[in-house]
């Protein structure tokens, strides 16, 4: 009986979806037959799409910050600044995009400034040239000014492929002596106009590897927390900086007291490298840090410090960071600063 009525069942059941599918099946021929096919309506082909495209984008090479198309095109700007307590603040340094920080003379440091993606009208005190410039300012191009040198330094310079602005045999008429200073420390220079003048000098090529933002760059995702990086050239010179969780930036002290620019702001910087470097006493008193090998080194960005190996193979090539496991590493977009520490009479200390 069970077999039966279940045999039973789906007899019925079959016949009901039979009668269920039929009316519909007669219902779709006569729709098919008897109605127009249907067409777009004049609203539908009026419609516009609302998607607006992202708005195309470069990358400054010596900040990684993104621009508008056509932003980058004209040349960098590296300048030998002095940092003698004399020439403090100096000018322009706030808006740079990357410094040098290095040995000269008498335990005291300069700089090589480098201006590309924001060119100050007026920068200085410049001063003059060192035998390790060569090599710092050759990757990037460009043009550099300085205030003058020793004539085999000058020779060096003035060997590689960039456009030199000597103060002391000036032919472009943008040097000049400020009354704001005593000379030495009083050069200046119109940087945005030397900068106009050779626009049709190639942009810098990018010099480091960057990331998209401060969180995905290699020191804030592998580093340790890290607040101050001192770093001692001498002891006339041990500069430092310490990590500003609110604006989310590097400040710098120098001996002890804040760096602070020509508007009274203490100067900051997104990213700091610490370089380990050999001097080369070749030339006597003029210390020449040695930039063409290898060395160890410290990557600081977003409160975090990553230990690094820098390499240079040649005088036109950029530094390369990598960090202990042979990875690139890739800074934050913003502005650099790099002090080239020597090995053998100074020191680099963290502080968590």
């Known amino acids: 009986m069970s077999a039966y009525r279940t045999s039973d069942r789906r007899r019925s059941t079959a016949r ?8 519909c099946a007669l219902l779709l021929s ?4 008897d109605r127009p096919a249907p067409t777009a309506s004049p609203r539908a082909s009026q419609a516009e799409s609302t998607y607006t495209p992202p708005i195309a984008t470069e990358r400054f090479p010596l900040r990684g910050t993104g621009v508008p198309p056509g932003s980058l095109a004209h040349p ?13 603040p100096q000018f322009g340094l706030e808006r740079t995009d990357l410094v040098f920080e290095e040995l000269v003379e008498g335990g005291l440091t300069r700089y090589v400034a480098v201006w590309h993606s924001d060119i100050p009208d007026v920068v200085g005190p410049v001063r003059s040239i060192r035998p390790m410039d060569p090599d710092v300012i050759a990757p990037l191009g460009g043009i550099v000014a300085y205030s003058g040198g020793q004539q085999q330094f000058v020779d060096m310079m003035t060997a590689t492929s960039v456009v030199n602005a000597a103060f002391d045999s000036d ?16 050069v200046v220079l119109r940087a945005k106009a030397l900068v106009d003048r050779n626009g049709a000098v190639p942009a810098p090529p990018q010099q480091f590897a960057y990331a998209a933002t401060v969180p995905e760059s290699s020191a804030a995702v592998d ?36 760096d602070l620019d020509a508007g009274g702001v203490q100067l900051r910087s997104t990213n700091v490298l610490a370089l380990r470097v050999a001097i080369d006493d070749t030339y006597l008193h003029v210390p020449k840090t040695t930039m ?20 240079k193979a040649a005088q036109d090539a950029p530094i390369h960071l ?12 913003g502005n650099t600063w790099i002090e080239l520490v020597p090995v053998d009479r100074g020191s680099v200390i963290l502080v968590p």
């Open 223 to 258: 580093g340790i927390p890290v607040t101050t990086i001192s770093s001692r050239f001498s002891d006339s010179r041990w500069p430092d900086w310490t990590w500003d969780a609110a604006s989310g930036v590097y400040l710098r002290r120098q001996e002890g007291a804040p």
């Open 322 to 333: 990598t960090d202990d496991n042979a990875v690139t590493i890739r800074l934050a977009p």
């Open 76 to 88: 960098s700007l590296a300048v030998k600044i002095d940092d003698h307590e004399a020439a403090r």
């Open 292 to 311: 063409i090998g290898s060395g160890e080194a410290w990557v600081s960005t977003g409160g975090k410090t990553l230990h690094a190996l820098w390499t």
């Open 30 to 33: 006569a729709c098919s037959t």
């Open 16 to 23: 009901l979806i039979g009668a269920v599918l039929l009316p």
């Open 171 to 186: 032919e472009t008429g943008l040097f000049s002596r400020t009354d704001e200073r005593e000379a030495p420390h009083n």
